[in-house]
């Protein structure tokens, strides 16, 4: 069990590395399986990779490649801030009055409105070729992984949709709301259905370009189009850190709102903390889609 859950914990290291390395790495893990400290070093180590890339290992990296990767990264950036953006406009769609007192609020939401609108049209003009040619290559191959790939997204959203339905459906009778009790063991599913979801949306892309392998033209198109869609990550982080101190700090806004009771304002802090967890990555991927744009 411990060399299968380090072999799985490989998967996490940068692409360049597992080609270089991995082979070594997988024989190791099999001759003396890690333990707790051992599998911890695994997931440190694979931070460190993307992070702190070694020369060593990226030298021989084709520019194809590092594109792919960096147009996942970004692609996986933006489906984090598009969870923390939707889950804003959620909780801040009554707030109009309290906008309308704070002119500060209406322009870090234009910002943040302006940011989702481009990364929306970057996604539609880096991602849809990739699409179609992903699509056809599934087809003309006959390739029913990579078809199942592609609909990975759209079968897990599917399956949050029902999980949801099944437990409102199978929910105890309401007076004015959901007893305590069972929102609170309506939470831990719904939560732990839509993490899987988010990462099957941020991981298929990679694993679809990988199968696909689409050609450098559409790579570079892809890359230029995560510049823009970096730029989008950046005003939605920049309208964020505005919106929610400001917010805060204003008076005349809803106590609760937010999940289980929790107070409006204090569940924003954790859509802002998500998106400026992305911001970073999203920063690095950018550069090096750019680097290997014009190499």
Same mark, same amino acid.
């Given at each position: 069990m411990r060399a299968r859950l380090g072999k799985i914990l490989l998967a996490l290291y940068p692409e360049p590395w597992r080609e270089r390395y991995g082979e070594e790495m997988r024989g190791l893990v099999e001759d003396d399986p890690p333990g707790a400290r051992g599998l911890a070093s695994l997931v440190t180590g694979a931070a460190g990779a993307h992070l702190r890339p070694g020369g060593s290992?990226?030298?021989?990296?084709?520019?194809?490649?590092?594109?792919?990767?960096?147009?996942g990264a970004l692609f996986a950036c933006w489906i984090l801030v598009s969870?923390?953006?939707?889950?804003?406009?959620?909780?801040?769609?009554?707030?109009?009055?309290?906008?309308? #007192?704070?002119? *500060?609020?209406? !322009?870090?939401?234009?910002?943040?409105? =302006?940011?989702?609108?481009? +990364?929306? &049209? $970057?996604? @539609?003009?880096?991602?849809?070729?990739?699409?179609?040619?992903?699509?056809?290559?599934?087809?003309?191959?006959?390739?029913?992984?990579?078809? #199942?790939?592609? *609909?990975?997204? !759209?079968?897990?959203?599917?399956?949050? =949709?029902?999980?949801?339905? +099944?437990? &409102? $459906?199978? @929910?105890?009778a309401r007076h004015g709301g959901f007893p305590a009790g069972f929102v609170l063991e309506l939470i831990v599913p719904v939560s732990l259905g839509a #993490?899987?979801?988010?990462?099957?949306?941020?991981?298929a892309p990679k694993a679809v370009m990988r199968r696909a392998a689409p050609p450098e033209r559409l790579?570079?198109?892809?890359?230029?189009?995560?510049?823009?869609?970096?730029?989008?990550?950046?005003?939605?982080?920049?309208?964020?850190?505005?919106?929610?101190?400001?917010?805060?700090?204003?008076?005349?806004?809803?106590?609760?709102?937010?999940?289980?009771?929790?107070?409006?304002?204090?569940s924003l802090w954790l859509a802002l903390a998500a998106v400026l967890l992305a911001s970073g990555p999203a920063l690095i991927a950018a550069a090096r889609a750019r680097r290997a744009a014009l190499a």
């Amino acid at each position: 069990m411990r060399a299968r859950l380090g072999k799985i914990l490989l998967a996490l290291y940068p692409e360049p590395w597992r080609e270089r390395y991995g082979e070594e790495m997988r024989g190791l893990v099999e001759d003396d399986p890690p333990g707790a400290r051992g599998l911890a070093s695994l997931v440190t180590g694979a931070a460190g990779a993307h992070l702190r890339p070694g020369g060593s290992w990226r030298e021989g990296q084709p520019g194809a490649s590092s594109m792919r990767l960096s147009v996942g990264a970004l692609f996986a950036c933006w489906i984090l801030v598009s969870v923390a953006g939707s889950y804003f406009a959620k909780q801040t769609e009554h707030m109009g009055e309290v906008e309308y #007192l704070h002119p *500060l609020l209406r !322009a870090a939401r234009d910002a943040i409105t =302006v940011g989702a609108a481009i +990364g929306a &049209v $970057a996604v @539609a003009i880096g991602g849809l070729p990739l699409v179609a040619q992903a699509s056809a290559a599934a087809v003309r191959r006959r390739d029913r992984r990579l078809g #199942l790939l592609l *609909l990975s997204p !759209a079968i897990a959203g599917l399956l949050l =949709v029902a999980l949801g339905a +099944g437990l &409102v $459906a199978g @929910a105890p009778a309401r007076h004015g709301g959901f007893p305590a009790g069972f929102v609170l063991e309506l939470i831990v599913p719904v939560s732990l259905g839509a #993490l899987a979801c988010a990462l099957v949306g941020a991981l298929a892309p990679k694993a679809v370009m990988r199968r696909a392998a689409p050609p450098e033209r559409l790579l570079r198109l892809a890359s230029w189009a995560g510049q823009a869609l970096a730029l989008a990550i950046v005003l939605v982080a920049v309208g964020l850190l505005i919106y929610v101190p400001v917010l805060w700090s204003a008076s005349r806004v809803p106590a609760a709102g937010g999940p289980l009771g929790v107070g409006a304002k204090a569940s924003l802090w954790l859509a802002l903390a998500a998106v400026l967890l992305a911001s970073g990555p999203a920063l690095i991927a950018a550069a090096r889609a750019r680097r290997a744009a014009l190499a």
